[in-house]
């Protein structure tokens, strides 16, 4: 457990350090306006960006509404265009230029793996 624990805790700073502050407040909890969309759209971020505890917290924290989750994450299955509009828009909000350019980096090379035509956020798990 202390393995998951620690896995979880890298993963939040990391991820945590690319948000924007609106962002930050959605996933801290703290932003009473964050609605179901803002909790697909960094779900599947962070699934693109390799952080599966991420999304499994996130998870964890709409478990009372997860068949609407669920519900909204398989209507973007086949909607390739959809993540990459929300990963464009995260990654231009990172303010740090040289970590702006390692995802842009990244994001490329991962769009050049992905199977466009029949993507699914599933198969990011």
Same mark, same amino acid.
């Given at each position: $457990?202390? /393995?998951?624990? @620690?896995?979880?805790? *890298? ?5 945590? /350090?690319?948000?924007? @502050?609106?962002?930050?407040?959605? &996933? ?9 969309? #803002?909790?697909? =759209? &960094?779900?599947?971020?962070? &699934?693109?960006?390799?952080? @599966? ?10 478990? #009372?509404?997860?068949?609407?989750? &669920?519900? =909204?994450? #398989?209507?973007?299955?086949? /909607? ?19 970590? =702006? ?11 050049? *793996?992905?199977?466009?035509? /029949?993507?699914?956020? @599933?198969? $990011?798990?």
């Amino acid at each position: $457990m202390d /393995n998951l624990q @620690k896995k979880f805790q *890298e993963e939040a700073m990391q991820f945590l /350090n690319l948000c924007s @502050k609106t962002d930050i407040r959605i &996933l801290v909890g703290k932003f009473k306006k964050a609605k179901m969309p #803002d909790y697909v =759209r &960094l779900s599947c971020i962070a &699934l693109v960006f390799g952080y @599966k505890q991420i999304f499994l917290k996130i998870a964890q924290t709409v478990e #009372d509404n997860m068949e609407e989750f &669920l519900a =909204r994450h #398989d209507a973007i299955d086949g /909607n390739f265009h959809q993540i990459a509009l929300w990963v464009d828009e995260f990654i231009a909000g990172i303010e740090i230029a040289p970590i =702006r350019d390692l995802c842009l980096d990244f994001w490329a090379e991962r769009k050049a *793996e992905l199977d466009k035509p /029949n993507f699914s956020v @599933k198969s $990011m798990l």
